[in-house]
């Protein structure tokens, strides 16, 4: 009999070392419900309001000496967001290109606009940086007008509204997980 069992052992060992099945299933089953947990799901809130009115706020209320640290925050941002849409695609099953991931990339990539830092070496790498003096203008070529750049800059406001997109997703997972408690609840009873 304890033969048989250490057998048992001996094969369930090897299968735990070359990569059961089960053990996989249960870490994607943990790390979903870690993604779509509310602590997640809170922290996700919370930045994606900030993403959406930081820049905003910085604008109205504060100085200029404190941009730095609200880029920093919006950088950080950046790379939540990333995680997140890395994460879902890795645990969630139907996630990885479908509307909602498509519009978390938008949404994500729409962040870098409001990033200076980032913008600048965009800009820096593509050899972009605008001519602001008129000595600098060679006959012939074009200079963008304000309106040009007024405009662009709407363009790239309306962006956010993308980011809303992101709140709605995620109360879609609270009243996702809201209801599974709900149903784990009325299993018991």
């Known amino acids: 009999m304890k033969l048989l069992q250490g057998k048992k052992r001996n094969d369930k060992d090897k299968k735990n070392k070359l990569g ?9 089953m943990r790390s979903r419900e870690f993604v779509e947990g509310k602590i997640v799901t809170t922290v996700m809130t919370i930045v994606t309001l900030f993403a959406l009115f930081g820049d905003d706020f910085r604008l109205w209320f504060f100085e200029s000496w404190i941009d730095p640290y609200f880029y920093s925050v919006l950088s950080l941002c950046f790379v939540l967001f990333g995680l997140e849409i890395l994460l ?5 099953d139907d996630f990885k290109y479908s509307f909602f991931f498509w519009l978390d990339i938008v949404a994500t990539l729409s962040l870098i606009v409001d990033i200076v830092w980032l913008v600048e070496i965009i800009e820096t790498i593509l050899d972009m940086k605008p001519s602001t003096s008129a000595a600098d203008v060679l006959p012939g070529q074009v200079v963008t007008s304000s309106e040009d750049s007024e405009r662009i800059a709407k363009i790239i406001k309306s962006l956010r ?3 809303l997109i992101r709140i709605i997703k995620l109360y879609k997972y609270v009243v996702q997980s809201n209801s599974e408690a709900e149903e784990a609840r009325l299993r018991e009873q």
């Open 88 to 92: 879902n695609s890795c645990v969630v």
């Open 161 to 163: 509204l993308i980011r």
């Open 20 to 28: 059961n099945d089960d053990d996989e299933v249960t870490i994607r």
